[in-house]
Nanobody, 128 residues
Framework: QLQLVESGGGLVLPGGSLRLSCSASRGTLEWYAIGWFRQAPGKGREGVPTISGSGAATNYADSVKDRFTVSRDKAEKKVYLEMKSLKPEDSGVYYC?????????????????????WGPGAQVTVSS
């Protein structure tokens, strides 16, 4: 059973950068497509970027395009979310989630139901 865990969250000033990591505490995420989702207080969870199992395809929400970059390191068996030019509205709990069946294509953003494995989340706070 795959268990995912996020790391790298924290407090950052507006305009700053953070890098989140998603790794497996049990099993391997090597063949899973990964989605990053975030949830702000009082709001629903939204897909931010997703990445295919191969790492060749990605999908970004318009709100983060050109600021966030998702990538995967096959050797380290991790998926990264690089976030720059952060805004207060980027604050929330960030989750990584895994799903099979998307080796070459990135999963759609609005498809939480597709993911079987979720990490506990990492808090990101963008504030001065």
């Amino acid at each position: 059973q795959l268990q995912l865990v996020e790391s790298g969250g924290g407090l950052v000033l507006p305009g700053g950068s953070l890098r989140l990591s998603c790794s497996a505490s049990r099993g391997t995420l090597e063949w899973y497509a990964i989605g990053w989702f975030r949830q702000a207080p009082g709001k629903g969870r939204e897909g931010v970027p997703t990445i295919s199992g191969s790492g060749a395809a990605t999908n970004y929400a318009d709100s983060v395009k050109d600021r966030f970059t998702v990538s995967r390191d096959k050797a380290e068996k991790k998926v990264y979310l690089e976030m720059k030019s952060l805004k207060p509205e980027d604050s929330g709990v960030y989750y990584c989630a895994g799903t099979l069946g998307y080796s070459d294509n990135a999963p759609p953003l609005r498809a939480e139901y597709m993911y079987d494995h979720w990490g506990p989340g990492a808090q990101v706070t963008v504030s001065s």
